[in-house]
């Protein structure tokens, strides 16, 4: 729902590995079984012999698994489970998110909203063409995005690359109008929490921006003409193959500044349902920052999104 995760973020470093290793293993082994017996020379001979069902095809085919080695799947093969998806989108197959999203911080809760619609589309089995659009605030936060995701090496080594026009909200902070400050604004001792976001937002400066490493063309809301690093890592499992737990998190460098107090570490825990090989049912939550500066707390500032996806095509 935030430009922040979704616009930059794929599975993390853990699941690609883990992807990687499920397309490397896959190469390793035949996707049909072997003749039972005889060699080349005898195939024509088999071929005339052993049972056959109404349709005249071997009815130990149907104990064969799908062709799916080195991760070409079909519509009708594509993986439940999260885990065994291909990194780019398998040539001819799209997929639509639609997502809603509000504010659950410590002060402002549901006081906002947001929505987002994103596609990816296979152009080829290692090269897909993404693009969307995601806001948050009240439409105070919004980014719209298009680009590539291409394979360096098939299921293995991905780059990404798109195009971003985009605004980040400013959060109003406790203090700056005190009579707009909620009770929350204030500790056990009556003493004003300056700093503390007090749940109301200004829509800052749009910018342009290249996400292969958040590369800025121009400045806005505090952000220099700079490129900014955006390192994510993240964990992936699926205690069943039509359930997933993700838990990323990435680390926002604006400005390449690496001062400490100029870190955003923004993390995320996603639970996803897939019914099928067509749909996908998820919540993200996400801290927008685990390391706040003081007053705040890791926990104060949250957002809570619910989305659906679907994939079609052949």
Not at 121 to 147: E, H, V
Not at 184 to 202: E, F, I, Q, R, V
Request: glycine share 12%; aromatic share 10%; with cysteine.
């Amino acid at each position: 729902m935030l430009p922040l995760f979704s616009r930059g973020l794929r599975l993390a470093l853990v699941l690609a590995l883990s992807v990687g290793y499920v397309a490397w293993d896959g190469h390793r082994h035949s996707a049909c079984a072997a003749p039972k017996g005889g060699d080349d020379d005898d195939e024509g001979d088999d071929d005339d012999k052993g049972p056959k069902d109404d349709e005249g095809d071997d009815p130990d085919d149907k104990d064969q698994p799908a062709v799916t080695a080195g991760g070409l799947f079909t519509m009708a093969t594509y993986p439940v489970n999260e885990l065994l998806r291909p990194l780019t989108m398998t040539e001819n197959i799209g997929q639509v998110r639609l997502g809603v999203g509000t504010d659950v911080s410590s002060l402002g809760a549901f006081s906002s909203l947001g929505v987002s619609l994103e596609a990816i589309y296979g152009y080829t089995d290692n090269f897909s063409l993404i693009g969307g659009f995601t806001s948050a605030y009240n439409f105070k936060q919004f980014g719209f995005y298009g680009g590539f995701e291409g394979s360096l090496l098939y299921d293995v080594v991905d780059i990404r690359l798109a195009a971003n026009v985009h605004r980040f909200a400013i959060a109003h902070g406790c203090g700056a109008n005190p009579s707009e400050d909620p009770p929350g604004c204030m500790d056990s001792m009556g003493m004003l929490l300056t700093g503390l976001p007090n749940g109301k937002y200004d829509a800052g400066h749009t910018q342009f921006s290249l996400d292969l490493m958040s590369i800025d063309f121009n400045e806005a809301s505090g952000n220099k003409v700079t490129p900014d690093l955006l390192p994510s890592v993240g964990v992936a499992t699926n205690p069943i193959p039509q359930l997933s737990l993700v838990v990323f998190a990435q680390l926002r460098i604006v400005d390449f500044n690496t001062d400490a107090g100029n870190f955003r570490v923004p993390v995320t825990g996603r639970v996803e349902f897939s019914p099928n090989q067509k749909l996908d049912i998820g919540l993200e939550f996400t801290l927008l920052n685990i390391k706040p500066p003081d007053p705040q707390k890791p926990f104060d500032n949250r957002f809570l999104s619910l989305f659906v996806q679907s994939r079609f095509g052949k």
